[in-house]
């Protein structure tokens, strides 16, 4: 089949972009988008033009690497699918469709189609995770773990980083994202010491990104590749009112310089994981 | 030709030595640390687990990755489970056992000292893991569940569900991303290692490519390691990662690093087959799936009825026919080659021909959907997202690929390099596999090198070397930075046709088909020819569109090639020489009149260790002999 792709194209971060349209024949039903993608930038290369810029890796839906909009849609809409795994068996011959990259105020373009999404790092950094040095833990059957929660943090631990969630949502919120790696640890027992400091962390580094807010509008789930619920902000929520409440009563430990907590929180004045 | 290689293998029974040398190993006082930078190259399992753990006891850690984020390390992509010889079973595992399975498994071709110790720290990634929060499969009473895994008759396999891989790396990377929070740990992404810098003989930094502005620049340290991964790409077709390469392994091995067994490689048996003339890689269905599917082909050949109407009378489940003990969980050589037999006998199912299959039926029937969905359902839903056919109804059809590499640099028990200074930890070192890796131990090793055994040894070596400072202003930087700048701009400069994923097809089709899963004289000296040919035409005939001074990932490839194209021609020396067969290395004129592998002990205990000796000089070979005292050596059996 023969397809028009109207793709994207920026050389660098902060230049101007545009759409350059581009016809690709002899697409066959087994092949996946990314390998449209792979033979459009041969037949570009063939011509002297530069191949268009677009992330992938594992092609198998677990890295994350991959995210585009097709008409749109983040992963072009099929439900439980990253674009590499999209199959051209879904598409008819002269399709015509435009492919754009994540648009959000915090991941950046750097080229074509590919955006920078280190703030999902500095998220993560800021609490997404359980302190345990190294060498320093007890038997792994020493923590007993109700098979539902561990089912539940896995459900959430599912998450990719993809991004996509950020670019389906009219704010560009990250709430699904950060909501995901909450849910994770703060189901398991294990997750349980630092329950409250790592809602109040993550948040307020989500804050400190440029992500918008919340206002339920569900398109994060809807385009979810890894079916991450809505619900796990609900969860997210309950769990930042909790946190608030508790470490009011707790006497404010001393401000970490360096980081700059979010209103609510400063007043607070969490951010005591480094002490 | 041939001096001996020494591993530094300590004196002592083996359950002691590991013991005794962590009792030895000199410390760096706390105080000290933060005086010490340590770079580690890779973020994957082995990389990030290494960089947290030296982080964490105070080093000063630059960690780098050509990915946007340590999360996206290949490792993310390991699907069936993680070895650990806990015996919570009670079914006759023990440290002893998993030793013996590995060794034995690696058809003798493995350090004993090295596999006793992979063993015994084992149990304790497990349990760093489960700290982490890593959310293994649990049963009902809240305790880890484990299964059994190809090649093994315990049951010693943690699992989180079919997505191990992703869940060990995001603890490593979570308390990777800690230590960067905390400014022990510089984490520098999209930057691609493209030299190592040696002074004084020691290695003492890397340049490296920002690949988003294209500047060169270099780093220095008192330490490198690298965990990079493996070169199963060098296939073309792979079970790997897209940007899986062996770009810093091949650079450091042309700084001087010995590369050990390059022709060992693992062909897995379950993946899905190539359907497309356009294809760019090929997806594993996990070994697991072998615990329940029953693997067959049609009696006579040719017959190309579906699956469904063949009654059973006219199939061959050819695994538990000629394996009767092991059965479909034989290990993967064995799997893969009685695969390709089969298909090569006119037996093989689907389009190509190149295809058997793996059928859930009788599972169904025993167990229940539903059960058997919880074990594989993801799986399956891979397989439909692929061939839009539905594994529940009709049987998949499996196809061996290039999976994992055992070779990689030589390191010594230490995981130090012929190259002082330098470490190699993960798929990118040779050490624990033998010719043959056991399903569920590469993630073991990863986080056993990276959580449990760096964590001492560089220690040591920063505390029992006087490291002079130096800074990237040494004249070594400048001319290494110069080099890597050098081949940017002759990559870019060659301006033929030729696009590097075109070249590259054909270097994965020549080694596949000469040096894949089976291998003669006559086929390897053929690739010998070829691989050089191609080499010739990538330098004179490539196209790259763009600068060096950009994001330009044709650029990126090229400089992979390139390097792919010179170790392609390593594999099949060392393959050449090797004369038996041993695991994945499977030499024609070394077997059984039933086509079983036969090894050659009385020539080949070895690890074949080569030298680079420049560009147009043959490698030299250096041997370091392989000594078995616990597990004699006994002709592997799955029968
Ligand atoms: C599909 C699949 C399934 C698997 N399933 C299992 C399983 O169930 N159980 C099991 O035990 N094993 C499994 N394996 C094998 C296992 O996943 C790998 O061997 C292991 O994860 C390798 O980890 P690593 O840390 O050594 O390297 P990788 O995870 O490959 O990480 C390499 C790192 O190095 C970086 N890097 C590489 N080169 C450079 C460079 N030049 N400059 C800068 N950075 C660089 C990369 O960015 C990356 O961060 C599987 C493998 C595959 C392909
Ligand atoms: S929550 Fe879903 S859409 Fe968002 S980053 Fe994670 S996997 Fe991607
Ligand atoms: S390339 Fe890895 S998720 Fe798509």
Known sequence: MKLTLKVWRQQEAGASGRFATYDVDGVTPDMSFLETLDLLNENLLARGEAPVAFESDCREGICGSCGFLINGVAHGGRPGTTVCQLSMRFFEDGDVLTLEPWRARAFQVIRDLIVERSAFDRIVQAGGFISVPVGSARDGNAILVQKESADTAFDAAACIGCGACVAACPNASAMLFTAAKLMHLNTLPQGQPQHHLRTLDMIAAMQNEHFGSCTNHGECEAVCPKGIPMEFIGSMNHDLITAMFRRRRERPPAPDVGKQPYHEIEETGSRSRNK | ?639
């Open chain 2, 1 to 639: 030709m041939s001096a001996m290689l020494d591993g530094g293998i300590p004196s002592g029974p083996i359950e002691q030595k590991w013991g005794r040398c962590r009792f030895e190993m000199m410390l760096v006082n706390p105080s000290n640390r933060r005086k010490h930078s340590i770079i580690v190259v890779g973020a994957g399992l082995a990389g990030a687990a290494a960089s947290a753990s030296l982080g964490q006891q105070g080093y000063h850690v630059r960690c780098f990755s050509f990915h946007d984020s340590p999360r996206r390390a290949h490792s993310i992509a390991a699907q069936g489970g993680i070895n650990a010889a806990k015996n919570y079973r009670n079914d006759g595992d023990s440290t002893f056992r998993l030793f013996y399975d590995t060794i034995k498994g690696g058809d003798y071709r493995s350090r004993e000292a090295n596999v006793y110790r992979l063993a015994e720290v084992s149990v304790n990634i497990i349990d760093q893991c489960v700290a982490q929060g890593v959310p293994f499969a649990r049963e009902y009473g809240g305790l880890l569940d484990t299964r059994s895994f190809g090649g093994v008759q315990v049951s010693r396999t943690f699992y989180a569900r079919g997505q191990t891989g992703q869940q060990l790396l995001l603890g490593a990377y979570q308390a990777l991303e800690e230590q960067v929070g905390t400014g022990t740990v510089t984490m520098h992404t999209r930057s691609e290692l493209l030299d190592i810098v040696i002074v004084d003989g020691k290695a003492r930094g890397i340049v490296t490519r920002d690949l988003v502005s294209g500047r060169v620049s270099s780093h220095a340290a008192d330490v490198v390691v690298l965990a990079t991964g493996g070169y199963s790409n060098v296939f073309y077709l792979s079970t790997n990662a897209k940007a899986s390469n062996c770009t810093a392994i091949w650079r450091a091995h042309r700084r001087g690093a010995f590369f050990a067994n390059p022709c060992f490689t693992q062909i897995h048996p379950t993946c899905i087959p190539l359907s497309s003339e356009h294809q760019s890689k090929l997806t594993l269905m996990s070994e697991s799936l072998r615990n329940d599917g029953r693997v067959w082909v049609p009696l006579k050949r040719g017959d190309k009825r579906p699956p469904n109407d063949i009654p059973e009378s006219e199939r061959d489940y050819f695994l538990e026919r000629r394996y009767p003990s092991f059965g479909n969980l034989v290990p993967r050589d064995v799997a893969s080659r009685a695969t390709k037999e089969v298909c090569d006998e006119g037996r093989g199912v689907g389009p190509s021909g190149l295809g058997v299959y793996l059928d859930f039926a009788a599972a169904i029937a025993r167990m229940s959907r539903e059960q058997v969905d919880e074990k594989y359902g993801n799986l399956f839903d891979i397989y439909e997202k692929i061939t839009g056919e539905d594994a529940h109804a009709v049987p998949m059809r499996i196809y061996p690929a290039p999976h994992y590499t055992m070779g990689g640099l030589w390191v010594d028990y230490h995981l130090m390099s012929t190259i002082p200074g330098l470490f190699v930890a993960g798929e990118a070192n040779f050490s624990d596999h033998g010719a043959n890796r056991l399903g569920a131990s590469a993630l073991m090793q990863g986080l056993a090198d990276g959580y449990f055994i760096l964590p001492y040894t560089i220690p040591d070596y920063i505390a029992s070397n006087h490291l002079a400072a130096i800074d990237t202003s040494h004249p070594a930087f400048a001319a290494a930075e110069a080099d890597v700048a050098e081949r940017v701009r002759r990559l870019v400069g060659i301006r033929g046709k030729r696009s590097p994923d075109s070249i590259h097809r054909e270097l994965g089709k020549t080694m596949w088909d000469l040096c894949g899963m089976s291998r003669s004289d006559q086929s390897l000296r053929r690739a010998l020819a070829k691989v050089p040919e191609l080499r010739e035409e990538f330098w004179n005939d490539l196209r790259i569109v763009g600068s060096g001074e950009e994001l330009n990932q044709t650029l990126e490839k090229a400089g992979r090639i390139a390097d792919f194209l010179e170790l392609a021609e390593l594999m099949c020396i060392d393959a050449l020489d090797r004369t038996e067969s041993c695991g994945g290395h499977f030499r024609v004129e070394s077997q059984t009149s039933e086509g079983d592998a036969v090894r050659d002990d009385e020539h080949f205990s070895f690890v074949s260790a080569w030298e680079w000796k420049g560009q147009n000089a043959p490698p030299e070979l250096h041997k370091e002999p392989l000594a078995f005292e616990y597990v004699h050596f006994a002709p592997r059996s799955y029968k």
